[in-house]
Nanobody, 124 residues
Framework: QVQLVESGGGSAQAGGSLRLSCAAT????????LGWYRQAPGKECELVAA????????NYADSVVGRFTISRDNTKNTVYLQMNSLKPEDTAVYYC?????????????????WGQGTQVSVSA
């Protein structure tokens, strides 16, 4: 059974940084694509960043390019999301996911496993 446990959420001021971590168990980590979705109040759930196992590529939502970086440590079965230059619009619950192939852009199209979510709040 796949388990994904997020940590590192919290509060930050605009312009600040946070790093999210997600520890995975119950899967062959290196063979899975890993990513982060977020759900903000009143907005659609969206893919923020993904690390695709098929070709090692990464991709990001346009709104976070240049500010967020996804990385993975296959020796620790952990995926990270480094978030810099945070903006109030980054406020959301962030979910770690693990799936096969390329991760869907929209949450309702994603097939795979979810973490419990971690709140990120950014104040102006």
């Amino acid at each position: 059974q796949v388990q994904l446990v997020e940590s590192g959420g919290g509060s930050a001021q605009a312009g600040g940084s946070l790093r999210l971590s997600c520890a995975a168990t119950g899967l062959t980590f290196s063979t899975y694509s890993l990513g982060w979705y977020r759900q903000a109040p009143g907005k659609e759930c969206e893919l923020v960043a993904a690390s695709h196992s098929a070709d090692g590529s990464t991709n990001y939502a346009d709104s976070v390019v240049g500010r967020f970086t996804i990385s993975r440590d296959n020796t620790k079965n952990t995926v990270y999301l480094q978030m810099n230059s945070l903006k109030p619009e980054d406020t959301a619950v962030y979910y770690c996911v693990a799936g096969r192939g390329f991760l869907a852009t929209m949450c309702n199209q994603f097939i795979g496993d979810w973490g419990q979510g971690t709140q990120v709040s950014v104040s102006a």
